[in-house]
């Protein structure tokens, strides 16, 4: 897969026209800033696309990445056990980023997703009781949270599948997208980065953007 | 036979949602339509737990548990009734080495008989299958053997000042959870109820549609009763014969 160094150096030869001179003016940087906003808008549309075709659950799979490896910790102030998240989230309407918590051999037994505020209600619910296999979580920024995981389970291990933002990812990380995608995300990142030129009707001496 | 983590399955199935954000809302509709439609609203039981504090004196609340009417812990072999306080904090931060802090004070108690007059009767239970039939504890208000408090967030209760060896709850069990099990035939009663009360609150889904798992739900209900009211061919002839008599024909 391309990785996010790859695409802004194609990006940066291409708007200098095939050939890299010596005092390119667009810094890599700024491209890896363009990368990051523009990817992460392509992936929140795209998704979003493909669950209005379906419905909340039909995310394609191309989209999601599973992280088999991810820490539980302890959250002594307030006393809860919580994980961080891999990956930065892109926005989706109801979490819908944030696809299954499990650990890391049990898939057969996904752990229900709740709301951030609702353990009041699901304390008063039969459904909310803590089950031994199963612990729901509820998602805050970019940390999990779980109501009824016992702190001595701090320290292992679980999986999230979540679909991954491009913000936050390394120079030499691929570049969470499916391979028909690049294409579009790097014709979007180069449109972004163009030197502004005034059309011909507006053509003044000032100005030495005119062609 | 099959439970309601299976209905709750199918629902999801029917529902094309792999994901596991629906499955305590789709659970408790199913608890909902077991406890309404298949139990016929049944009494909650009063069921006894014996269960063992862990390090640092927390026991998790059984699933089924609606509320709890007395705990007790053995001392010396004989139960002594524990006292409710709100205001001790529940043991659950660490420390940098990852070791539990002890807020709440886990001393062994001294009790004796002194001021334990009042008796209180338990209800009857079983314990690994044997019958308890007759079971009473001491204790009571300011406690020499000891406290617990409730901590409904994490369903669990905190005890100090017990030994750590058993404790027993009585509590009032709704007698049902993910687990609870029904039969075959009743699998598409609590499935369309699911699919009716999530309809039912559905602000996108048609009137139309509405209607039709509405017909659906109560059909398979009807369905259900039916079949389990029928008459088997015994009962049919015992009714034939209950009206026959070897006497005279007239």
């Given at each position: 897969?391309?990785?996010?160094?790859?695409?802004?150096?194609?990006?940066?030869?291409?708007?200098?026209?095939?050939?890299?001179q010596?005092?390119?003016?667009?810094?890599?940087?700024?491209?890896?800033?363009?990368?990051?906003?523009?990817?992460?808008?392509?992936?929140?549309n795209?998704?979003?696309?493909?669950?209005?075709?379906?419905?909340?659950?039909?995310?394609?799979?191309?989209?999601?990445?599973?992280?088999d490896?991810v820490?539980?910790?302890?959250d002594e102030?307030r006393?809860?056990?919580y994980?961080?998240?891999?990956?930065?989230?892109?926005?989706?309407?109801?979490?819908?980023?944030l696809?299954?918590?499990?650990?890391?051999?049990?898939?057969n037994?996904?752990?229900?997703?709740?709301?951030?505020g609702?353990?009041?209600?699901?304390?008063?619910?039969?459904?909310?009781?803590?089950?031994?296999?199963?612990?729901?979580?509820?998602?805050?920024?970019?940390?999990?949270?779980?109501r009824?995981?016992?702190?001595?389970?701090?320290?292992?291990?679980?999986?999230?599948?979540?679909?991954?933002?491009?913000?936050?990812?390394?120079?030499?990380?691929?570049?969470p997208?499916?391979?028909?995608?690049?294409?579009?995300?790097?014709?979007?990142?180069?449109?972004?980065?163009?030197?502004?030129?005034?059309?011909?009707?507006?053509?003044?001496d000032?100005?030495?953007?005119?062609? | 036979?099959?439970?309601?983590n299976?209905?709750?399955?199918?629902?999801?199935?029917?529902?094309?949602?792999?994901s596991?954000?629906?499955y305590?809302?789709?659970?408790?509709?199913?608890?909902?339509?077991y406890?309404?439609?298949?139990?016929?609203?049944i009494?909650?039981?009063?069921?006894?737990?014996?269960?063992?504090?862990?390090?640092?004196?927390?026991?998790?609340?059984?699933?089924?548990m609606?509320?709890?009417?007395?705990?007790?812990?053995?001392i010396?072999?004989?139960?002594?009734?524990?006292?409710?306080?709100?205001?001790?904090?529940?043991?659950?931060?660490?420390?940098?080495?990852?070791?539990?802090?002890?807020?709440?004070?886990?001393?062994?108690?001294?009790?004796?008989?002194?001021?334990y007059?009042?008796?209180?009767?338990?209800?009857?239970?079983w314990?690994?299958?044997?019958?308890?039939?007759?079971?009473?504890?001491?204790?009571?208000?300011?406690?020499?053997?000891?406290?617990?408090?409730v901590?409904?967030?994490?369903?669990?209760?905190?005890?100090?000042?017990?030994?750590?060896?058993?404790?027993?709850?009585?509590y009032?069990?709704?007698?049902?959870?993910?687990?609870?099990?029904?039969?075959?035939?009743?699998?598409d009663?609590?499935?369309?109820?699911?699919?009716?009360?999530?309809?039912?609150?559905?602000?996108?889904?048609?009137?139309?549609?509405?209607?039709?798992l509405?017909?659906?739900?109560l059909?398979?209900?009807y369905?259900?009763?039916?079949?389990?009211?029928?008459?088997?061919?015994?009962?049919?002839?015992?009714?034939?014969?209950?009206?026959?008599?070897?006497?005279?024909?007239?």
């Open positions: 897969m391309l990785t996010k160094k790859a695409m802004a150096e194609t990006i940066q030869l291409q708007l200098s026209g095939g050939r890299m010596a005092g390119n003016h667009i810094d890599i940087r700024d491209v890896y800033n363009v990368i990051d906003m523009v990817g992460d808008t392509l992936i929140a795209e998704v979003l696309q493909s669950m209005r075709e379906s419905n909340v659950a039909g995310v394609d799979s191309d989209w999601i990445k599973t992280y490896n820490l539980l910790r302890y102030r006393g809860i056990v994980l961080k998240l891999p990956s930065r989230r892109v926005s989706l309407p109801k979490d819908a980023d696809r299954s918590v499990c650990w890391s051999q049990g898939d037994v996904l752990w229900p997703k709740e709301t951030p609702s353990a009041w209600m699901w304390s008063q619910l039969e459904a909310g009781a803590s089950q031994s296999n199963m612990f729901p979580w509820y998602p805050e920024g970019d940390q999990l949270y779980f009824t995981m016992p702190k001595a389970f701090t320290g292992k291990k679980v999986m999230v599948r979540m679909v991954p933002a491009v913000t936050g990812l390394a120079e030499s990380d691929p570049l997208i499916p391979a028909q995608f690049t294409t579009v995300l790097m014709e979007k990142v180069s449109a972004f980065l163009r030197p502004q030129t005034a059309p011909a009707k507006m053509t003044n000032q100005n030495p953007n005119t062609k | 036979m099959k439970n309601l299976n209905v709750v399955a199918l629902v999801a199935m029917d529902r094309e949602d792999d596991a954000s629906g305590q809302r789709y659970l408790q509709y199913a608890i909902h339509s406890k309404n439609d298949l139990q016929f609203r009494n909650p039981a009063v069921e006894v737990l014996y269960a063992t504090p862990n390090d640092v004196g927390i026991v998790p609340m059984p699933v089924d609606e509320k709890y009417t007395k705990i007790a812990v053995l010396l072999g004989e139960y002594y009734t524990l006292t409710f306080n709100p205001d001790m904090p529940i043991n659950n931060r660490l420390d940098s080495c990852g070791d539990p802090i002890l807020d709440t004070n886990n001393g062994t108690c001294t009790c004796n008989d002194d001021g007059a009042t008796l209180y009767p338990w209800a009857s239970h314990r690994a299958g044997n019958y308890v039939g007759e079971m009473y504890s001491k204790g009571g208000g300011i406690n020499k053997a000891g406290y617990y408090n901590d409904y967030k994490n369903r669990q209760f905190q005890f100090s000042s017990v030994p750590f060896s058993e404790v027993v709850i009585e009032i069990s709704n007698k049902v959870s993910a687990q609870s099990v029904i039969d075959d035939a009743a699998v009663v609590v499935r369309y109820a699911v699919h009716y009360q999530l309809a039912l609150f559905d602000k996108k889904m048609t009137q139309a549609d509405k209607e039709r509405q017909r659906q739900y059909q398979s209900a369905d259900y009763r039916v079949m389990k009211t029928l008459l088997t061919p015994d009962e049919f002839m015992d009714i034939i014969y209950r009206s026959s008599s070897s006497g005279v024909k007239r």
